[in-house]
């Protein structure tokens, strides 16, 4: 039963380049997190989607970031213009649809971006 | 702004001993609390996930939540090497509303 999947593990941007990072939630899971963690700060949480919805952006920068889960395929999380303050491991996370009390979130190995 | 504090350590514990690792929480509508474990340059891992007042015991590992205290706690028995890594705690601030604030975790070294 694999896990969360996301690729690239690694990516390395230019400043203005675009960033693209995947996510492939677990089997069955139809809710996809994802948090960026900077260098020695906690993780941060940056949107929710379930498919072809985002429910909450609340922590995603207005500009140049954005977020899709489409009905087929992966979800994308997508950095435009990158700057060297985007550098951070994005982790995506997965739970199964939400009954009640919240689910556990399971995550990813992250993508660990640097930004030159 | 809905806050975990936890202290960041780092916290240095002899192999064998007991590992108490401490979290508050600003949010009193808080329903739902866990435990992440994360190794250096990997993903956090969940330990423990807790929901009522009180102890849940997994293994070496011990949750304590005091809802009126706004406190969570982590107990790790019988410490081991391999249990040396930043402990996350989590809550969610919003009930129901699936996004999970994090503290900023505390770094927990085992001494052989």
């Known amino acids: 039963n694999a896990g969360v999947m996301q690729n690239p593990r690694h990516l390395v941007r230019r400043r203005g380049q675009e960033a693209r990072l995947r996510c492939s939630p677990m089997?069955?899971?139809?809710?996809v997190y994802w948090y960026r963690q900077l260098p020695e700060e906690g993780l941060k949480f940056m949107v929710y989607?379930?498919?072809?919805?985002?429910?909450?952006e609340s922590g995603m920068p207005k500009e140049r970031f954005s977020a899709e889960f489409p009905k087929e395929g992966p979800s994308i999380l997508r950095i435009q213009q990158v700057v060297r303050g985007d550098s951070a491991a994005y982790f995506c996370?997965?739970?199964?649809?939400?009954?009640?009390?919240?689910?556990?979130?399971?995550f990813g190995p992250g993508t660990r971006l640097l930004v030159l | 702004q809905k806050e975990v504090e936890q202290n960041s350590g780092p916290l240095s514990v002899p192999e064998g001993a007991i590992a108490s690792l401490n979290c508050t929480y600003s949010?009193?509508?808080?329903?739902?609390f866990f435990w992440y474990r994360q190794y250096s340059g990997k993903s956090p891992e969940l330990i423990m996930s807790?929901?009522?007042?009180g102890d849940k015991e997994d293994g070496r590992f011990t949750a304590q939540l005091n809802k009126a205290s706004q406190y969570v706690s982590l107990l790790i028995r019988d410490s081991q090497p391999s249990d040396s890594a930043t402990y996350l705690c989590?809550?969610?601030?919003?009930?129901?509303?699936?996004?999970?604030?994090f503290g900023t975790g505390t770094r927990l070294t085992i001494i052989p």
């Open positions: 996370a997965s739970s199964p649809p939400v009954q009640g009390i919240q689910e556990t979130q399971y």
């Open positions: 089997k069955g899971h139809s809710h």
């Open positions: 989607l379930q498919k072809e919805n985002i429910i909450d």
């Open positions: 949010d009193r509508g808080s329903q739902s």
């Open positions: 807790i929901y009522s007042n």
């Open positions: 989590a809550f969610d601030p919003d009930f129901g509303n699936e996004k999970l604030t």
